[in-house]
């Protein structure tokens, strides 16, 4: 059985919107920030996936940023981008395959892996330097969040029903 979510396009839209919007901003900002011994030091998530891509952790660098940025940055671009075509009825052909992108991408995206990785991280070297998180890490932190709505207001079912239904009034 099949029940839809209320108004799942908009609900997808703003917090789809709202994802990118976030990910635009944390890269600015710093993530995090270390003391030890009157010096001090600030980075951004940028900074730190630059500060890995050295020898042999160039891969794990990679990684890190399609996995952590790009991927989440990338569907919640595509999701955005579907929802305006369904609202406007807009080359449905592409969307669909957008659509199928996107929902294709959805296991790869591993914010809250980096998240858990990173805290885990910081709580480790603590007892050396003095840790502090900054803008950006609360900015992912709400990043996670969001991300975790827009993926639980998608309505798969709503979606493409539209998308079916509009291709069968384009070819009558």
């Given at each position: 059985?099949i029940r ?21 901003i ?7 920030s270390?003391?030890r ?7 951004s ?31 919640s ?6 929802i305006?075509r369904?609202?406007f009825r ?5 969307t ?5 992108l996107?929902?294709?991408l ?52 709503t ?14």
């Amino acid at each position: 059985m099949i029940r839809c979510k209320s108004n799942p396009l908009d609900r997808t839209l703003a917090f789809s919107g709202t994802a990118i919007l976030l990910v635009v901003i944390l890269l600015v900002f710093p993530f995090l920030s270390m003391a030890r011994s009157g010096f001090s030091n600030e980075a951004s998530v940028p900074q730190i996936i630059e500060l890995l891509a050295y020898g042999w952790y160039y891969p794990l660098a990679l990684a890190v940023g399609v996995f952590v940025l790009v991927i989440p940055t990338a569907r919640s671009i595509l999701l955005f981008s579907v929802i305006l075509r369904l609202k406007f009825r807009h080359d449905l052909v592409r969307t669909k395959k957008m659509f199928r992108l996107s929902e294709g991408l959805m296991p790869w995206s591993m914010a809250e892996i980096f998240l858990v990785g990173a805290g885990v991280a910081l709580v480790k070297i603590a007892d050396l330097a003095q840790v502090g998180f900054d803008v950006a890490f609360w900015l992912y932190c709400t990043l996670v969040i969001v991300l975790a709505l827009a993926n639980n207001a998608v309505c798969r079912w709503t979606v493409w029903s539209i998308l079916q239904k509009e291709a069968g009034l384009a070819r009558n």
